[in-house]
């Protein structure tokens, strides 16, 4: 794949997950109700994030061990999916919260996220991330398919709906990668998984300071408000990508342009904040209110788009941090602003309800804006 199309598909990669993701929930809604949909939600954050755990390694790492061993990598990936499936163990928990039939669906979509998560470092390793596209796009028909053909919600059968959408992904990737099991000798130790709890523990802190909120939603509100909670913050999460998709054609320069040319850029992406930031969050209130009449109060919007201020001042920052091997400094930023948020959250709920949320959210954003700032300063000095 020549350089051009790559740039293409790594660009469409970051554009289409959070906007697949986006328009599963949207569907969703539309076609089960917030409440319906708000169930399925309220056990699904608990599948994915178990399916995240089981992921464990950073891909960098994995990729660095595949690319030492080029004759024999299959024998490195399927040693590593092996090493990490003790990780699954935990899934069997769910049984200790909901009944049986719906235990043995979540952990059986688990299993099936597990493998296709897996597949992602072969898919950047090989440079076939059009494979993975055309993937989330069968799987994507497959569940609106479904959807339409089931109009009656049903837990159980939204469950098997998306294990069969996991599992048609995962047999396009193992076709397409041409995996096989003649070559493999397998030599795995379950000490890895210590040896890179650091890589963990970095994508972990990320995660988790994109979803906390969504679990503290959960807690204290109805299925209703949750769908109504999780569609919005969906629509700023995907503002709050633009700095990246506005980056990503430069991202392998950034690192050894001079400190002038890196301000000029962060100058002008500032200058398209407040214009795109405010055109985004009007359409936002215009789409919910009339595609799905979800109505929230001004200030929920004003402190939701305030929110997605700080990405576009920090985003290149952070990047020039990850090329320079300071993940750690994220890492312990990403931690402090998971349990701020979450203190504030419990704070702010009682007196603001969803609001209260939104605002938790603001005010842990441009701590983290402040931090990043702080540590650029010093690393100047």
């Not at 949207?26 to 954050?45: A, D, H, P, V």
């Not at 359409?283 to 700080?310: G, R």
Request: glycine residues 2%.
């Amino acid at each position: 794949m020549n350089r051009f199309l790559q740039l293409f598909f790594s660009i469409l990669k970051l554009v289409s997950l959070p906007l697949f993701n986006f328009s599963i929930l949207f569907f969703g809604i539309k076609f089960y109700g917030k409440e319906n949909w708000g169930t399925f939600i309220s056990l699904s954050i608990w599948i994915y994030l178990l399916a995240f755990l089981a992921k464990w390694s950073g891909q960098n790492y994995l990729i660095k061990e595949l690319t030492k061993n080029t004759s024999n990598y299959l024998s490195v990936f399927y040693s590593n999916l092996i090493e990490r499936s003790v990780l699954l163990l935990p899934s069997f928990s769910l049984f200790a919260f909901y009944p049986i039939t719906i235990s043995v669906y979540s952990i059986l979509a688990i299993l099936l996220i597990f493998i296709y998560n897996s597949y992602e470092i072969l898919v950047v390793y090989k440079q076939k991330l059009e494979l993975q596209f055309i993937a989330e796009i069968v799987g994507m028909i497959i569940l609106f398919i479904g959807f339409y053909f089931n109009p009656h919600f049903e837990l159980s059968t939204i469950l098997l709906l998306f294990c069969f959408s996991f599992l048609i992904k995962n047999l396009i990737l193992f076709g397409f990668l041409k995996l096989n099991f003649k070559i493999v000798s397998l030599n795995f130790s379950f000490q890895n998984l210590y040896k890179t709890l650091p890589f963990f523990l970095i994508g972990f802190s990320g995660w988790l300071a994109s979803k906390c909120d969504i679990y503290v939603v959960n807690y204290f509100f109805s299925k209703k408000e949750l769908s109504e909670y999780q569609i919005l913050m969906n629509c700023f999460i995907i503002l709050q990508s633009i700095p990246a998709y506005l980056v990503l054609p430069i991202n392998k320069h950034l690192f050894r342009l001079p400190e002038f040319s890196i301000s000029k850029i962060k100058s002008k992406i500032l200058l398209l904040t407040l214009p795109i930031i405010s055109v985004a969050t009007l359409s936002i209130w215009i789409f919910l209110k009339n595609a799905l009449q979800i109505e929230f109060s001004i200030f929920i919007y004003l402190f939701a788009a305030l929110s997605t201020i700080p990405t576009f001042i920090y985003t290149i920052d952070i990047l020039q941090f990850y090329r320079k091997e300071k993940e750690k400094i994220i890492m312990q930023y990403s931690f402090i602003i998971v349990i701020l948020n979450i203190i504030l959250a419990f704070f702010f709920i009682p007196h603001f309800r969803i609001l209260g949320v939104v605002i938790s959210v603001c005010i842990s954003q441009w701590l983290y804006l402040l931090l990043i700032l702080k540590e650029n300063k010093n690393e100047k000095l």
